[in-house]
Nanobody, 122 residues
Framework: QVQLVESGGGLVQAGGSLRLSCVSSGRTFSIYNMGWFRQAPGKEREFVATISSGIPSTYYADSVKGRFTISRDNAKNTVYLQMNSLKPEDTAVYYC???????????????WGQGTQVTVSS
């Protein structure tokens, strides 16, 4: 089990950028596959991006591909989500998650942060 704490959310105009951070407790961060998910009001939580452990591989939802970049710094126990060209439909609570299972299995994430709000105004 790991404890995850997100930060970096806020209010931004359409076309702007934000960088989310997620810090993990413990000494085993590097062995976890990490993901970002989001949930908009009245909608189900959806997958955004993931990065594997080891030599990292990344995978993105089609809706964010080319605009968002996920990265990790194992020395800092931190995973990032750089969000560029933000759109009003990106408005949601963004959650960081960790798993030891296959990184592209969005249903396998079993460690979750509390979320950070991202609001994009038009």
């Amino acid at each position: 089990q790991v404890q995850l704490v997100e930060s970096g959310g806020g209010l931004v105009q359409a076309g702007g950028s934000l960088r989310l951070s997620c810090v993990s407790s413990g000494r085993t961060f590097s062995i976890y596959n990490m993901g970002w998910f989001r949930q908009a009001p009245g909608k189900e939580r959806e997958f955004v991006a993931t990065i594997s452990s080891g030599i990292p591989s990344t995978y993105y939802a089609d809706s964010v591909k080319g605009r968002f970049t996920i990265s990790r710094d194992n020395a800092k126990n931190t995973v990032y989500l750089q969000m560029n060209s933000l759109k009003p439909e990106d408005t949601a609570v963004y959650y960081c998650a960790a798993t030891r299972k296959y990184y592209r299995d969005s249903g396998g994430y079993d460690n979750w942060g509390q979320g950070t709000q991202v609001t994009v105004s038009s």
